[in-house]
Every structure is written in structure tokens, then in C-alpha cells.
């Protein structure tokens, strides 16, 4: 008995892949949301220190922590960063020509 598998080559983007209404937001939202779990974990934080340090509920760091993208705006999270002591940079500059499409994207430095 053989299992066939149907097997897709991914874009570079999940949330592309799975068909995601903007999906350069929603990886945006992700990554920063990934980094902001990382600077906890790296400082060793429980979900209650953490909350009383963003200001937040504990029960939305945990929301954090496991990924509930519904949860926070990307302007929530720049909040949160801050409370963390990261400076949040915006740049905005016209596409390059080879693009076909303007685009959103993350860039995280961990070097102050």
C-alpha cells in the first residue's frame, strides 16, 4: 500500500502560502512578536514579572508567548518594545524597481 504526498515549495512567507490577507503584516506582527518573547525569555522572566513590567495582563503575556497574533497590534507590540527599552525605528522609502509590489518588513538588530 503506497501514501502518496503532495508537497508544496513554500514562498518564504507561511502566512503567504496559507493565503493570508496581507500577509507581510502578519509576518511583521510575528517576527516582532517572536523578539519580544525572546528579550523575556532572555531576561528570565515569569509571565507574572513580565506583565507588571509591560503593563499588561498576565494572561496576555501568555497570549504573547504563544503566538495569539489576533492579540496585539503592530503598535501595541512597538508599545512593548519600548517598555523593554528597544528603540522602534520606522523607514519609509519608495520600492525599487525590480519590486512589483511596495512591502512591509521587520528588522531586528541585537546589537544596542
Do not use: W, Y
Amino acid at each position: 500500500m503506497s501514501t502518496e504526498h503532495n508537497v508544496h515549495r513554500g514562498r518564504g512567507n507561511v502566512f503567504t502560502d496559507i493565503g493570508v490577507v496581507h500577509p507581510e503584516r502578519v509576518l511583521a506582527r510575528a517576527q516582532v512578536m517572536a523578539r519580544i518573547t525572546d528579550i523575556l525569555r532572555e531576561r528570565g522572566l515569569t509571565q507574572q514579572r513580565a506583565a507588571e513590567l509591560l503593563g499588561i495582563p498576565q494572561s496576555k503575556v501568555s497570549c504573547l508567548m504563544n503566538g495569539k497574533l489576533s492579540m496585539f497590534s503592530l503598535d501595541h507590540l512597538f508599545e512593548l518594545l519600548n517598555a523593554l527599552d528597544r528603540d522602534v525605528e520606522i523607514i519609509i522609502k519608495p520600492k525599487t524597481k525590480m519590486e512589483k509590489f511596495a512591502t512591509t518588513q521587520i528588522l531586528v538588530t541585537t546589537t544596542p
